[in-house]
T-cell receptor, first 114, second 110 residues
Framework: KAGVTQTPRYLIKTRGQQVTLSCSPI?????VSWYQQTPGQGLQFLFE???????NKGNFPGRFSGRQFSNSRSEMNVSTLELGDSALYLC?????????????FGEGSRLTVL | EDQVTQSPEALRLQEGESSSLNCSYT??????LFWYRQDPGKGPEFLFT???AGEEKEKERLKATLTKKESFLHITAPKPEDSATYLC???????????FGSGTRLLVRP
């Protein structure tokens, strides 16, 4: 069965631009969560969507937003990019959400902001 | 503030040399303690979920245990392919988010 697919895998943007990242979950999974991973802060929770509804949001500014479509695919958007937004953005899907902690992660989208 | 702290930051072992990784947590109303493995350039891969003190889970050379304040990941007779970063995470009662520790980078030399 296909895993979690994230696109694009790598991208370079400049300060002030915006970026949209895409995540296709494992077929049948209704929960998609997003995490930011940096060497200094580790993995930090951004938000989780379940059946198109945002169930929880992490402590990130409003420049970070997301959505989930009826087919469970999800996108996250970062507007007005800052240098500190350079990170690996990971998407994870699960059947029922984080209840069991069994998340299936994609390989991530590595964003570099210049 | 809820926290998950892992130690050591990095660990070098010889092949066959058993050891343990530590994960301590301060989460009110813990609703699960989770272990993941992350290889370079990859997303984390789920290993175990532990729910209550005294619980143990095993998978090949790995065994995870949980007490009221910490969890241990025991690695018995490790092989070079066990080299990876091991992450633990907790989930609190009222939240759908996982709080991750900073990880332990394990290197097993042949």
């Amino acid at each position: 069965k296909a895993g979690v697919t994230q696109t694009p895998r790598y991208l370079i943007k400049t300060r002030g631009q915006q970026v949209t990242l895409s995540c296709s979950p494992i077929s049948g999974h209704r929960s998609v969560s997003w995490y930011q991973q940096t060497p200094g802060q580790g993995l930090q929770f951004l938000f989780e969507y379940f059946s198109e509804t945002q169930r929880n949001k992490g402590n990130f500014p409003g420049r970070f937003s997301g959505r989930q479509f009826s087919n469970s695919r999800s996108e996250m958007n970062v507007s007005t990019l800052e240098l500190g937004d350079s990170a690996l953005y990971l998407c994870a899907s699960s059947l029922r959400g984080t209840n069991t902690g069994e998340l299936f992660f994609g390989e991530g989208s590595r964003l570099t902001v210049l | 503030e809820d926290q998950v702290t892992q130690s050591p930051e990095a660990l070098r072992l010889q092949e066959g040399e058993s050891s343990s990784l530590n994960c301590s947590y301060t989460v009110s109303g813990l609703r699960g303690l989770f272990w993941y493995r992350q290889d370079p350039g990859k997303g984390p891969e789920f290993l175990f979920t532990l729910y209550s003190a005294g619980e143990e889970k095993e998978k090949e050379r790995l065994k995870a245990t949980l007490t009221k304040k910490e969890s241990f990941l025991h690695i018995t007779a490790p092989k070079p392919e066990d080299s990876a970063t091991y992450l633990c995470a907790s989930r609190e009662d009222s939240s759908y988010k996982l709080i991750f520790g900073s990880g332990t980078r394990l290197l097993v030399r042949p």
